[in-house]
């Protein structure tokens, strides 16, 4: 029997996989949400989310480097 992943959870995936990137990037393209939404599909609700994401995951990235 296969596993099926709720669809939340693969949506939730792609806005961390954003929300990552979002981290990382130097200077931050603006505005971000049409950036978000067209590079990783992501619905405005979904962008949003993903850009709220990337400040909580900033300072843990800077302490890496």
Known sequence: MMAH????HQHSAAV???ARWL????EP???IVPVLRSRFGLSALEAT???AMADSFRPHRRAQV
Request: proline share 18%; net charge negative.
């Open 29 to 31: 393209p603006r505005p």
């Open 16 to 18: 961390e996989e954003a």
């Open 23 to 26: 981290a990382d990037e130097q």
């Open 5 to 8: 992943t709720p669809q939340e």
């Open 49 to 51: 989310e993903a850009a």
